[in-house]
């Protein structure tokens, strides 16, 4: 499984962003995926993650109402919709997969990951 992540950038307090995580290798509603963050400094954190094709979804308590992961089988893409950015949304953003079909938290729980794409957002 490969996943590319596309969709960063630099963006002011209040924009909305659209990440994307394309996989290849296998679909993505058979896999379990998440979007990731890390800030300079600190540890890699959950954001969002989806399963069973969009039928189970969680959300980290910080994204809640502002963030929205989604999926598209056609285009084999999961995508992450950020609203209402804040400074303290600034990190490099990760797309994981794991085969277990449940989305959890650890990080040490996925099985595959993209190369991240970072998120920029100025006060």
């Known amino acids: 499984v490969q996943l590319v992540e596309s969709g960063g950038g630099l963006v002011h307090t209040g924009d909305s962003l659209r990440l994307s995580c394309e996989a290849s290798?296998?679909?993505?509603?058979?896999?379990?995926m998440g979007w990731f963050r890390q800030a300079p400094g600190k540890e890699r954190e959950f954001v969002a993650g989806?399963?069973?094709?969009?039928?189970?979804?969680k959300y980290a308590d910080f994204v809640k109402g502002r963030f929205t992961i989604s999926g598209d089988n056609a285009e084999n893409t999961v995508y992450l919709r950020m609203n209402s950015l804040k400074p303290e949304d600034t990190a490099t953003y990760y797309c994981?997969?794991?085969?277990?079909?449940?989305?959890?938290?650890?990080?040490?729980?996925?099985?595959?990951w993209g190369q991240g794409t970072q998120v920029t957002v100025s006060s």
């Open positions: 994981a997969a794991r085969e277990t079909l449940e989305i959890v938290p650890p990080t040490n729980a996925y099985d595959y």
């Open positions: 989806i399963a069973w094709g969009g039928l189970n979804i």
């Open positions: 290798g296998r679909a993505f509603s058979s896999l379990a």
